[in-house]
């Protein structure tokens, strides 16, 4: 057989293999609320791609993040194991406990195994553009390390606060994007604040919406795992001008200063709205890449978000952190809380899939999910052997019948930052419990989801066995954590 024959059959052979392997792109939003997109409800932002994905596929409403800020909440994403058992529980900077790095949140371990890896021994090729929070470069945690052939976009979740930063990463490589970058934290308490003095030369996103274009159009004739945690519409507020400007005026007579954190912006509403129709056209374009080369019948789109909608700033009446507004958006959908919080505000985020054929089109889904489900789910949609030791409990025979379906696996959230808080979810009911790490700890709570989705009738008196019944799930489920401690409460402790 000559080498030309050989080299052709070779070719020819690729499309063969790949159309027998599903694709997937998983896109992340950063700080969306259960209620900023208009297939959830939203008024106000239009949100015209991702309501197409939805009538396109199926919108899942008791959809949950699997922790109530970012970096825990990508941890159990990428390893499957909830927060009983993940080894990122909270934000910390690794700098904390390894003085080598400088910028970064504290690393996932060698042995820690990510979905990513998963495909990528199964020969898939496996790209992230967005924003990381797992490990520092140069540690155990960081992308090229945990299953990603290539990263392009921020490493460290406290340069992502910054739109136009200096750089980003490709791989392990430093990409100067921005001569003159801007700083994600400033404040002017007087003069007039201009929108002109916050924008830099190359604005990141636009360069990381690009680079997943090019992955998909490269990597069309094998099979592919696309992670796309993309940071809007998480706050410092400043889009391009020309985002901002579809948006009423009449909507920002207040201009924000900067005083509860992050950029002074003269049209905080408008900023807000901007960045999340600015995600909506980022998805509307990975949509695109995926029709142009012809992919989106054998591609699973997900969409989701990390965690609820910007929590308030007790530095401010009128804004929340950052200069966001969520009531005036009605970002959580009437649910209670924010991003922070283990309420349904903070951790109940909009999900919808997608696959043309196999996920039935235009339906809504009541099926209880979260992100540790999203390992063993996306292994069976692909038809990969699971590794051992996971938390989670594949969705993908809910997502694909289209029924709502009962859960098995327990869903909980242990959580040490912001007070110290737990969750347990039993059923339609759900138990709380805060400010485990203060002076003056919380009762235990419990509501009924169901009857009571904005948890606004404790039953705790009434219902201790679930009470109980909580406290024996997380001391079953819950492995020490030196790095991230909260000490699990008893069940004999007095309900409000």
């Known amino acids: 057989m000559t080498f030309r024959l050989v080299t052709l059959l070779l070719l020819l052979a690729v499309p063969a293999f790949a159309a027998e392997k599903l694709n997937v792109v998983f896109i992340l939003a950063d700080d969306l609320g259960w209620g900023e997109l208009g297939s959830f409800g939203q008024k106000k932002i239009p949100t015209p791609n991702l309501d197409q994905l939805a009538t396109q596929g199926t919108r899942f409403t008791r959809h949950y993040s699997g922790a109530p800020v970012c970096a825990p909440s990508r941890c159990v994403l990428m390893t499957g194991k909830h927060l009983g058992h993940a080894e990122v529980r909270g934000n910390q900077q690794a700098k904390v406990t390894d003085k080598r790095f400088t910028e970064g949140q504290f690393p996932i371990s060698e042995s820690a195994v990510t979905i990513a890896q998963v495909f990528q021994k199964a020969g898939y090729a496996t790209g992230a553009m967005g924003k990381w929070g797992l490990g520092p470069v140069g540690s155990t945690g960081e992308p090229n390390r945990k299953g990603f052939d290539l990263f392009f976009g921020y490493n460290c979740q406290s340069i992502a606060h910054s739109y136009y930063p200096e750089y980003l990463w490709r791989n392990g490589e430093k990409v100067t994007i ?5 700083p994600g934290h400033a404040k002017q308490p007087k003069g007039e604040v201009k ?24 990597n069309q004739a094998r099979p592919f795992f696309l992670y796309l945690p993309f940071i809007e519409p998480h706050v410092s507020m400043h889009p391009p001008k020309e985002s ?33 129709s600015d995600l909506d056209r980022y998805v509307g374009r990975v949509l695109a890449a995926l029709d142009q080369a012809k992919l989106a019948d054998r591609t699973l789109v997900i ?14 009446k009128q804004f ?14 009437g649910l209670r809380g924010y991003k922070g919080s283990v309420y349904e505000g903070g951790i109940r985020v909009p999900m919808i899939a997608r696959l043309p054929g196999k996920i039935p089109a235009g339906t809504v889904n009541e099926t209880p999910g979260y992100f540790a489900d999203w390992f063993p ?59 485990l790490k203060t002076k003056t700890p919380g009762a235990w709570e419990v509501y009924d989801l169901a009857a009571d989705p904005a948890e606004t009738k404790d039953l705790a008196a009434k219902r201790a066995d679930l009470v109980a019944q909580a406290e024996t799930l997380l001391r079953r489920e819950v492995a020490e954590n030196k790095t991230f401690p909260l000490a699990i409460p008893g069940v004999n402790v007095a309900t409000k």
């Open 195 to 218: 929108q002109s003095d916050w924008i830099g030369e190359n604005y990141a996103p636009k360069l990381m919406i690009a680079e997943a274009e090019t992955f998909i159009a490269a």
């Open 303 to 316: 969409f989701s978000s990390d965690n609820g909608a910007t929590h308030p700033s007790p530095a401010s």
């Open 320 to 333: 929340h952190i950052g200069g966001a507004d969520p009531v005036f958006f009605n970002s959580t959908g």
């Open 244 to 276: 901002v400007d579809r948006f009423p005026a009449e909507w920002d007579a207040t201009v924000y200063r900067g005083e509860a954190g992050y950029l002074p912006n003269p049209r905080p509403r408008a900023a807000y709205a901007a960045m999340i």
């Open 178 to 182: 921005n001569a003159k970058p801007i």
């Open 377 to 435: 789910t996306l292994c069976d949609a692909a038809g990969l052997a699971k590794p051992g030791g996971l938390d989670g409990q594949s969705l993908w025979s809910a997502i694909t019948s289209g029924k709502t379906s009962a859960r098995t696996a327990p869903m909980l959230w242990v959580f040490p930052e912001y007070g110290g808080q737990v969750a347990v979810r039993l059923g339609d009911f759900k138990v709380v419990r805060q400010g």
